[in-house]
């Protein structure tokens, strides 16, 4: 209703990854919160969707990711404990570069021996596998040459959008309160509040979170508008033998087979009963307007997904599209995420910019911030993503 003023202790604006996870971890700390998001989550809008995401622990990324991919599984299965849901589903993961590892991954060069690394100084179990051995275990995958890989065990992939109402659930179930379809039209923050204005009336509380992905820079403006891109990917659906590719003969996939960034897509395991597998690649180079971005996946974007990434290199799948889907990617200058204070609004902290590389961290990252904003501390260390890497 119009002229309407709603007061929380604290606002979650934008209810994907990011924001269903902060809302739901604030409501378990007993926090009167609400959430908001413009449409209805889950929903394909966004980046919080497309039936399935990779996670994986061992981060070619960089080490300080590590805690956030390890607290997150924790995480899924409790929640799959508290709702009956499957979540996290452990097929494995399987990084492939050439042996020299020079090909660009998320921004980061040498992104195979990287993952090694991370996977040595945490701990977590892995194999190192040359081409004769990847060729032995993964029979499906082609045309290798002279790759090596990193197979993960306990990588696999989550399911996003049950992730995301699962938490909303939960935070429901605990208090918080949910408020969908509203379109924020300001921000601000005045003294020791917060108030956020939407086209459905206002919102006033002591502390807020901005989650809003794509709609950070135009929502927050100022730094954030020179720091974030915002970026149209294409997810991909093709005929696939179910046998030959369902999950425990198949892992993810994640392969880097040229030596520029474009040269590259990932793929999941064909999901039971869909005689599909899904695919896709990405692109940094044509920014898009989340408002206009054009959600048409066109016959040649199919045709050329086939022909330059799966032709001779996946056995088991056909060239034949049976489904699409267009997300958005909010890419910083260094691929890495943002988690910090706006620099002008000390009350709003800013959960965005996930470049790429965001669900699989997302549930700690919404634990990490609602403690952070409730009690002043975290239980994992957010430094390594604030603004300060940005300053001129």
Known sequence: MAGQIETADLVVVGLGAMGA???YQAARLGVKAIGIDRFTPPHDKGSSHGETRITRCAIGEGEDYVPLALGSHAIWRELENETGESLLVQSGC?????????????????????TVDSARRFGIPHEILDATGIGQRFPQIAGLRDEIGCFEPGGGFLYPERCIQAQLDRAKALGARIRTGRTVTSLSQSGGSVTVETDAGTIQADRAVCAAGSWTAQLLGGEFRRLLRVNRQVLH???????????????????????KASDYFYG?????????????????????DPDRVDRTVAAAEQI?????????????????????????????????FIVDHDPARD???????????????????????????????????????SLARFAC
């Open 21 to 23: 996870a902060t809302l």
């Open 94 to 114: 399987l990084i492939l570069g050439s042996s020299d590892d020079t090909a660009l991954h998320h921004g980061k060069p040498n992104f195979v021996n990287r």
């Open 237 to 259: 659906w093709f005929e696939a033998d179910e046998t030959m590719l369902s999950p425990g003969r198949f892992p993810v996939v994640i392969w880097m087979h040229g030596p």
């Open 268 to 288: 999941f395991p064909a999901l039971p009963g869909s005689g599909s597998i899904k695919v896709a690649t990405e692109q940094y180079e044509e920014s898009a």
């Open 304 to 336: 050329s997904m086939f022909r330059d990434h799966l032709a001779g290199r996946l056995g088991g799948v056909k060239p034949r599209p049976v489904g699409s889907a267009v997300c958005l990617y909010t890419v910083t200058p260094d691929s890495g």
């Open 347 to 385: 009350r709003i902290m800013v959960v965005s910019a996930c470049s790429g590389h965001g669900f699989k961290h997302s549930a700690a990252i919404g634990k990490a911030v609602a403690q952070h904003v409730v009690l002043g501390r975290s239980d994992i260390d957010l430094a390594p993503f």
